[in-house]
């Protein structure tokens, strides 16, 4: 059964700094992996798809990595600011059903 | 723009009641579905629907029924809410081919006293 991690739960960081998120997954067979944000109390927004047969995307400041073989996919945030504060999500797109992770939560320090 | 509309923001209903939360999509996807979210947890499946009249269990599918009589709309249906019922419902939609983003709702906080 697919499983997907994310770690840290939380993360703090000051505004500027780049900073990667970690998303993990069990079982290589996807389809594809995608990046979303969530603020508090609202629902999700796509942020990136990636394909599984690629092996990055990239939007504005924001840069997603797969890496199929060994389960995990980074997602990358350059100069970071404080709009950025948020939970993201990674989902797994396995036999058409998205498998979420729990997400990390991010905030930004001015 | 892309829009899903859930219809209400907030609910506050009593253990035994009946509650619907309604979904609408003015996307044309054939592909709809209702998780429910809570802290720690990530989001769980509870229905997803491929078609009108159609739906299919997910992973949390007990204590909730679903309704899909127009393709625009998916109904979520708590026959006799409970408190362990609590949380946040989000609902999606997104079109069935492969490798296509899914588009969400805005959440529906659910509370069960």
């Known amino acids: 059964k697919q499983e997907v991690t994310q770690i840290p739960a939380a993360l703090s960081v000051p505004e500027g700094e780049n900073l990667v998120l970690n998303c993990s997954f069990t079982?290589?067979?996807?389809?594809?992996l995608q990046w979303f944000r969530q603020d508090p109390g609202k629902g999700l927004t796509s942020l990136l798809l990636i394909q599984s047969s690629q092996r990055e995307q990239t939007s504005g400041r924001l840069n997603a990595s797969l890496d199929k073989s060994s389960g995990r996919s980074t997602l990358y945030i350059a100069a970071s600011q404080p709009g950025d504060s948020a939970t993201y999500l990674c989902a797994v797109d396995s036999n058409y059903q998205l498998i979420w992770g729990a997400g990390t939560k991010l905030i930004i320090k001015p | 723009d892309v829009k899903v509309t859930q219809s209400s923001r907030y609910l506050v209903k009593r253990t035994g009641e009946k509650v619907f939360l309604e979904c609408v999509q003015d996307m044309d996807h054939e592909n709809m579905f209702w998780y429910r979210q809570d802290p720690g947890l990530g989001l769980r499946l509870i229905y997803f629907s491929y078609d009108v009249k159609m739906k299919e269990k997910g992973d949390i599918p007990e204590g909730y029924s679903v309704s899909r009589e127009k393709k625009e709309r998916f109904s979520l249906i708590l026959e006799s809410a409970s408190t362990n019922q609590t949380s946040m419902y989000l609902c999606?939609?997104?079109?069935?081919?492969?490798?296509?983003?899914?588009?969400f709702g805005q959440g529906t906080r659910l509370t069960v006293v």
């Open positions: 999606a939609s997104r079109p069935p081919s492969l490798n296509t983003e899914a588009f």
């Open positions: 079982d290589s067979a996807i389809y594809n």
